[in-house]
T-cell receptor, first 112, second 114 residues
Framework: KQEVTQIPAALSVPEGENLVLNCSFT??????LQWFRQDPGKGLTSLLLIQSSQREQTSGRLNASLDKSSGRSTLYIAASQPGDSATYLC???????????FGKGITLSVRP | NAGVTQTPKFQVLKTGQSMTLQCAQDMNHEYMSWYRQDPGMGLRLIHY???????DQGEVPNGYNVSRSTTEDFPLRLLSAAPSQTSVYFC?????????????FGQGTRLTVV
């Protein structure tokens, strides 16, 4: 059974800092990996999608990398802003379907 | 383009009552799924569908029924609500084209069973 771990559960950083959020998974036979953002009381917003054949994806200040062999992904946020404060969720897919296994998320607080 | 729409946004039920959580998508995605999100547990898959007329169980299916008569709709039914079903429910739809699969989520339904 796939297990996805995100550590730490919470993180507080000053504005402007570059930061890395980590995600690890136990079964390297993944189809894809998605990073989501969730604001309090809201739904999930897709940030970046990495297919199993890819090593990284970039969108604006965000960069996500994938190392299947080591079972790890990182989300890099450059020049963090208070508006980046949210919970960041990592999810892995096992096939061309809608089945995702989620980590418990990292709650990020960016202090002005 | 509304994406994935869930109704209602909030609901309070009494133990033993039944209800249906609605989910509709207008992106013509073949895959749809339901998750529940509980504090400290993350999101867990309840049921999923790979197309109209085809459904299967996820990690936590007990107490829930689904059906998929159309591509657009994937309702989740609670036949006899229990306090353990108090949770936030998310519906997702996804496509798979040319080796790329991406999921999109609704805004959630916050359900309280008293």
């Amino acid at each position: 059974k796939q297990e996805v771990t995100q550590i730490p559960a919470a993180l507080s950083v000053p504005e402007g800092e570059n930061l890395v959020l980590n995600c690890s998974f136990t079964d390297s036979a993944i189809y894809n990996l998605q990073w989501f953002r969730q604001d309090p009381g809201k739904g999930l917003t897709s940030l970046l999608l990495i297919q199993s054949s890819q090593r990284e994806q970039t969108s604006g200040r965000l960069n996500a990398s994938l190392d299947k062999s080591s079972g790890r992904s990182t989300l890099y946020i450059a020049a963090s802003q208070p508006g980046d404060s949210a919970t960041y969720l990592c999810a892995v897919g096992d096939g061309a379907n809608s089945k995702l296994t989620f980590g418990k998320g990292i709650t990020l607080s960016v202090r002005p | 383009n509304a994406g994935v729409t869930q109704t209602p946004k909030f609901q309070v039920l009494k133990t033993g009552q039944s209800m249906t959580l609605q989910c509709a998508q207008d992106m013509n995605h073949e895959y749809m799924s339901w998750y529940r999100q509980d504090p400290g547990m993350g999101l867990r898959l309840i049921h999923y569908s790979v197309g109209a007329g085809i459904t299967d169980q996820g990690e936590v299916p007990n107490g829930y029924n689904v059906s998929r008569s159309t591509t657009e709709d994937f309702p989740l039914r609670l036949l006899s609500a229990a306090p353990s079903q108090t949770s936030v429910y998310f519906c997702a739809s996804s496509y798979s084209r040319q080796g790329v699969t991406e999921a999109f989520f609704g805004q959630g339904t916050r359900l309280t069973v008293v």
